[in-house]
């Protein structure tokens, strides 16, 4: 999901952005008190978003975990006290998958806390982010999460990381269409061929 230009210069408040964003119709992501504003997908992301959440929502039917799609709010930081507002990661996922119960921030029952497996479309204006500090947040304040995928698109390759026993991360590329990569954690598999299915990619 693309994270391209910070909203004016403020600081705002944890309470502050969920208001704001409660009552926006467009998406913002927060970060340690600054908003920015979400761009809108390509035609690729969209078609790879929909192809995962399809086979998602037919691998995880009558089982304890469910796929959310990308309004579904996560948040990444610490309990705050009376003197921190500002600190803390609330991302919109391309797909979060969350087991058993979900866990929420507040009666609003809009952001999760534990989410199992967070996949991101990767695209030019988010890719560092994705890679950088946002998974940086996740490893830190979200000790649910085993799994977390970057899924290429333009070209058919999928990054995905999953935590070891001792909070180490475990990294494995998987290429080509003919590929399939497992989710022993969920107990689902993404067949790279049909998370490109309708994708053309450049020469």
Same mark, same amino acid.
């Given at each position: 999901?693309?994270?391209?230009?910070? $909203?004016?210069?403020?600081?705002?408040? =944890? @309470?502050?952005?969920?208001?704001?964003?409660? &009552? *926006?119709?467009?998406?913002?992501?927060?970060?340690?008190?600054?908003?920015? !504003?979400?761009?809108?997908? *390509? %035609?690729?992301?969209?078609?790879?978003?929909?192809?995962?959440?399809?086979?998602? %929502?037919? $691998?995880?039917?009558?089982?304890?975990?469910? !796929?959310?799609? #990308?309004?579904?709010?996560?948040?990444? %930081?610490?309990?705050?006290?009376?003197? @921190?507002?500002?600190? %803390?990661?609330?991302?919109?996922?391309?797909? =979060? =998958?969350?087991?058993?119960?979900?866990?929420?921030?507040?009666?609003?029952?809009?952001?999760?806390?534990?989410? #199992?497996?967070?996949?991101?479309?990767?695209? &030019?204006?988010?890719?560092?982010?994705?890679?950088?500090?946002?998974?940086?947040?996740?490893?830190?304040?979200?000790?649910?999460?085993?799994?977390?995928?970057?899924?290429? $698109? +333009?070209?058919?390759?999928?990054?995905?990381?999953?935590?070891?026993? +001792?909070?180490?991360?475990?990294?494995?590329?998987?290429?080509?269409?003919?590929?399939?990569?497992?989710?022993?954690?969920?107990?689902? #598999?993404?067949?790279?061929? @049909?998370?490109? @299915?309708?994708?053309?990619?450049?020469?």
């Amino acid at each position: 999901m693309a994270l391209p230009k910070p $909203q004016p210069k403020q600081v705002l408040t =944890v @309470e502050q952005y969920l208001a704001m964003e409660r &009552a *926006s119709e467009e998406r913002h992501v927060f970060l340690d008190g600054e908003v920015f !504003a979400m761009a809108g997908e *390509s %035609g690729e992301h969209g078609d790879i978003t929909v192809n995962m959440v399809i086979s998602f %929502g037919n $691998q995880l039917k009558g089982g304890p975990c469910r !796929a959310r799609t #990308k309004d579904t709010k996560v948040c990444s %930081g610490p309990i705050l006290t009376a003197g @921190e507002t500002s600190r %803390g990661l609330f991302s919109y996922p391309d797909i =979060v =998958v969350i087991c058993d119960e979900p866990q929420y921030h507040d009666n609003f029952r809009d952001v999760i806390l534990n989410p #199992k497996v967070i996949i991101e479309a990767l695209s &030019a204006s988010t890719e560092a982010f994705d890679r950088g500090e946002k998974f940086t947040r996740y490893q830190t304040w979200n000790p649910t999460l085993t799994d977390y995928l970057l899924v290429s $698109q +333009d070209k058919p390759q999928i990054e995905h990381f999953t935590r070891q026993a +001792d909070g180490s991360w475990n990294y494995r590329l998987t290429t080509g269409l003919e590929a399939t990569v497992e989710i022993a954690s969920i107990k689902c #598999k993404l067949k790279l061929a @049909e998370v490109y @299915e309708r994708v053309a990619f450049s020469p």
